[in-house]
């Protein structure tokens, strides 16, 4: 299944859908996390399941897991519920107007 390109994540505005919101953008600069790696990081601390995000991103299960582990060893951390805490932490909540 293809990613759905038209709907914005979290904290954009329509026509933005191709970019990472930026809590997302600087924890992928922070800890060198490929563009690949960040909308995974942004899905799960969106709610998502590994499988709800693979299948929203257009990934195969397997990849979205590979894509995780990475994330887990350029973090520092082993869980998934440690590195929503950890994302928490670092970036603020998005406001909405």
Do not use: C
């Not at 933005?16 to 490929?34: M, N, S």
């Amino acid at each position: 299944m293809a990613p759905d390109t038209d709907v914005p994540r979290m904290g954009q505005a329509p026509g933005q859908a191709d970019e990472l919101p930026r809590g997302v953008e600087a924890l992928r600069q922070a800890f060198a996390l490929t563009k690949a790696e960040a909308p995974i990081l942004e899905q799960l601390a969106t709610g998502s399941s590994l499988a709800e995000a693979a299948e929203r991103l257009g990934v195969a299960r397997a990849t979205a897991k590979s894509q995780l582990m990475r994330v887990f060893a350029r973090t520092g951390v082993s869980r998934q519920s440690d590195l929503i805490h950890l994302a928490m932490t670092l970036v603020p909540p998005v406001r909405r107007p």
